[in-house]
């Protein structure tokens, strides 16, 4: 619904693949030409299952190098462990619960 209210509002949008769900354009592929201030993720797409042995930081490295911040999404309870899974992300992380998530990402989006 988030990325349909943003079309709605003339804000473009572009669906993003983890890399193993083919959903979009493989987050690890993005490059200035994208024109990205943002990329929106729960915390499950960004945690590759054990068996594909890879590491968030590696295909969000494109984020890092192209300074592109990475919002992702996790309930309140669990936002402390979430942050150790993704200790090794070198990317600009933003934290938001799901209750948040909207009001943070408008924020970024008009910086």
Known sequence: M???????????TLPLSNGWDNHGKYVGLL????????????????VAP????????EFL???KVHRIPVLVVAPA???????KLLADVK?????SSPEEFYDKA??????
Do not use: M
């Open 2 to 12: 988030f990325l349909s209210h943003c079309t709605a509002l003339g804000i473009s």
């Open 31 to 46: 490059s200035p030409r994208d024109n990205l201030k943002l990329v929106v993720a729960p915390l499950h797409k960004l």
């Open 50 to 57: 054990a068996a594909l042995e890879q590491k968030p930081s």
């Open 61 to 63: 490295h494109a984020c």
């Open 77 to 83: 309870p669990v936002l402390e462990r979430a942050k």
């Open 91 to 95: 990317a600009r992380l933003i934290w």
């Open 106 to 111: 408008l924020a970024q989006l008009k910086h």
